[in-house]
């Protein structure tokens, strides 16, 4: 059963590295969490290492200059691995063909920029789609649009055998108090109407894979059993680090507040309930990264 503790400095000295969740744990979508911060870099000055591994469809660029306009700083932190590096690799290896239908906000674009930490690249164009060889989802046009009005389009993209890449398999965030769907909800429903969705972040291991390698390029030798895994997704962060032999502690006061009724601390019975309906059980939980 999960142990509820009150601070990562209870269980931080038991792992050299941590693979730390953003949204809704270091920051909400609009500014940092203080105490998330203090955390880890309490946790940096012990010697530690943090790779924040997020299912964010941005590249690695885009994070980092998100995180600063959030007001996280950069010491809190080793290095960064985002779903969309790991989408962008697996896109410009032509895993859904060259010619793709970007299904996302314009704002998502720079998804496209040229992946240069791969050899002979894929040249990848964007077109209309019924010119498409495949999808690459980035998140719903508008995040707040009712989900019924994606079907038409998927409709017609399930009828031609697309395959359809996602970017971030989060189903929703909550930016602020308001709460948002993302890429994972349309390749969700878009592999219940019979189409094909392949995944690449949390809780898939490709991202994990690209977490390690930027673990390793740290000068860091550290083994699964020496990670510890943090997030408040518990089919998303929670899982996949399960999944992967790592250590996870579950933050209850993000997408799980409600449910878990987390203020400071969740209440320990919904908690339990919780967790059992989602048959998983980290080895801790926490209300808030502190």
């Not at 007001?71 to 859904?96: E, F, K, N, Q, W």
């Not at 996302?104 to 019924?130: A, H, K, M, Q, Y």
């Not at 349309?186 to 809780?203: D, I, N, Q, R, W």
């Amino acid at each position: 059963m999960t142990r509820i503790i009150n601070s990562l400095s209870e269980i931080s000295s038991n792992y050299d590295a941590l693979f730390v969740d953003l949204w809704g744990c270091v920051h909400d979508g609009i500014k940092a969490i203080p105490s998330a911060v203090a955390a880890l870099q309490d946790y940096r000055k012990s010697g530690g290492m943090v790779v924040l591994v997020t299912n964010s469809p941005r590249p690695r660029a885009g994070v980092v200059k998100q995180l600063a306009h959030f007001g996280v700083p950069s010491d809190a932190y080793d290095d960064l691995a985002t779903s969309g590096d790991s989408a962008r690799s697996a896109m410009y290896r032509g895993i859904v063909g060259q010619n793709v239908w970007h299904y996302g906000p314009v704002t998502d674009s720079r998804f496209f920029d040229p992946l240069e930490i791969l050899e002979n690249p894929l040249e990848i164009t964007r077109v209309p789609l019924d010119e498409a060889e495949g999808i690459v989802c980035t998140g719903p046009f508008d995040s707040k649009s009712d989900p019924d009005s994606w079907r038409p389009e998927l409709e017609k993209a399930k009828a031609r055998g697309l395959k359809l890449l996602c970017a971030n398999p989060d189903i929703v965030v909550d930016r602020g108090e308001v709460r948002e769907w993302c890429a994972g909800a349309v390749a969700k429903m878009y592999t219940e109407m019979g189409g094909e969705s392949l995944y690449f972040g949390k809780p898939h291991a490709p991202i994990y894979d690209l977490a390690r390698r930027r673990l390793s390029k740290l000068d860091a030798t550290i083994t699964d059993d020496r990670i510890l895994a943090i997030g408040d997704g518990i089919l998303t962060d929670v899982k996949g680090g399960l999944d992967e032999g790592i250590d996870a502690l579950f933050i209850s006061g993000g997408l799980a507040a409600a449910e878990t009724k987390t203020i400071n601390q969740p209440n320990e019975d919904l908690l339990t309930a919780y967790l059992e309906k989602e048959k998983l059980d980290p080895p801790f939980t926490i209300g808030h990264l502190r």
